[in-house]
């Protein structure tokens, strides 16, 4: 059975940083892909970042380029976001998802994953 649990997340000020962890179980890295998406207050759901199984190519959103890095432990089985320079518009519920895709055809179609992924874990940026 896939499934992934997030966690990582908490009340942080702005600049400040955080690193969010996806665990998997029931399938390993190596053949499906991995998406961080996040939904901000009163916002629709939005691809953060994305990582390839088969060549470990990512993908970020425009706004998380330079600031973000998504990353796995195959060893682990847990992909993990880092989130440096936090910023207000940052908040929201983060939440991960894994399929048979590229990072880039993940992280564009994020309500391909609506009703499939967890709890999720929430990220606070405020001062």
């Known amino acids: 059975q896939v499934q992934l649990v997030e966690s990582g997340g908490g009340l942080v000020q702005p600049g400040g940083s955080l690193r969010l962890s996806c665990a998997a179980s029931?399938?390993?890295?190596?053949?499906?892909?991995i998406g961080w998406f996040r939904q901000a207050p009163g916002k629709e759901h939005e691809g953060v970042s994305c990582?390839?199984?088969?060549?470990?190519?990512?993908y970020y959103t425009e706004s998380a380029k330079g600031r973000f890095t998504i990353s796995r432990d195959t060893a682990k089985n847990t992909v993990y976001l880092q989130m440096n320079s936090l910023k207000p518009e940052d908040t929201g519920v983060y939440y991960c998802?894994?399929?048979?895709?590229?990072?880039?055809?993940?992280?564009?179609?994020?309500?391909?994953?609506?009703?499939?992924w967890g709890q999720g874990t929430l990220v606070t940026v405020s001062s």
């Open positions: 998802a894994t399929d048979m895709t590229t990072a880039q055809i993940m992280c564009n179609n994020p309500l391909r994953y609506l009703g499939v």
């Open positions: 990582i390839s199984s088969s060549d470990g190519s990512t």
């Open positions: 029931g399938f390993t890295l190596d053949y499906r892909s």
